[in-house]
């Protein structure tokens, strides 16, 4: 059974700094790993996706890195700005009777202090 | 292209009532799967739909139930409210071309029951 972990639940670190969101994945036989961004009580907003084969991707500040050995993930913000607050969520897809299902974790919920 | 949409935005019950809550997909897309959230976790897949069919489904009980129309947009009833189903529920479209397939997500209808 596929279990997403993400660690810490919450972060908060003044502007201007770099920092990493960590996700965990329990079965390594993995298609891709999505990174997700979601603003309080709003919809997910896909921000990166990587395929199985690939180790890492990038968008502007953004760098996530994949390691399906380890069942590991980071996302790297880069010069953290107050409008990178909100909760990150990675998720693994599934294949159960069929359909594709995403696994997601808890996410982690990250304010940055001007 | 149009992205994915939801409605309503909100919405308010009382415990015992029934709900439908609407989704449309992107354009392009077949399948459209349905997510529950509740505050402060990562979505639950709740049940998938391809071809006007549920081709998969979660934890969920039967009360939790579907439809997929011809152009592919899709329904999600709740019966019987309880309330524990206060929470955000989600809809992502995707294009079933077999194995996995990227999910994007609508803003989501935020549900209470009172």
């Known amino acids: 059974k596929q279990e997403v972990t993400q660690i810490p639940a919450a972060l908060s670190v003044p502007e201007g700094e770099n920092l990493v969101l960590n996700c965990s994945f329990t079965?390594?036989?993995?298609?891709?790993l999505q990174w997700f961004r979601q603003d309080p009580g709003k919809g997910l907003t896909s921000l990166l996706l990587?395929?199985?084969?690939?180790r890492e991707q990038t968008s502007g500040r953004l760098n996530a890195s994949l390691d399906k050995s380890s069942g590991r993930s980071t996302l790297y913000i880069a010069a953290s700005q107050p409008g990178d607050s909100a909760t990150y969520l990675c998720?693994?897809?599934?294949?159960?009777?069929?359909?594709?299902?995403?696994?997601f974790g808890q996410g982690t919920r990250l304010t940055i202090n001007p | 292209e149009t992205g994915v949409t939801q409605s309503p935005t909100h919405l308010i019950k009382t415990r015992g009532q029934q709900v439908t809550l609407r989704c449309s997909s992107q354009?392009?897309?077949?399948?459209v799967s349905w997510y529950q959230q509740a505050l402060g976790q990562g979505p639950q897949f709740i049940f998938q739909?391809?071809?006007?069919?549920?081709?998969g489904r979660g934890n969920f009980p039967p009360r939790f139930s579907g439809l997929q129309f011809p152009n592919y947009s899709s329904e999600l009833n709740v019966n019987a409210l309880e309330l524990d189903d206060s929470a955000l529920y989600l809809c992502?479209?995707?294009?079933?071309?077999?194995?996995?397939?990227?999910?994007?997500f609508g803003p989501g209808t935020r549900l209470t029951v009172l």
């Open positions: 992502a479209s995707s294009l079933w071309r077999g194995g996995e397939n990227e999910q994007f």
């Open positions: 990587i395929q199985s084969s690939q």
């Open positions: 739909y391809y071809r006007e069919e549920e081709n």
């Open positions: 079965d390594s036989a993995i298609y891709n």
């Open positions: 998720a693994v897809p599934i294949i159960i009777q069929g359909a594709q299902k995403l696994v």
């Open positions: 354009s392009g897309h077949n399948t």
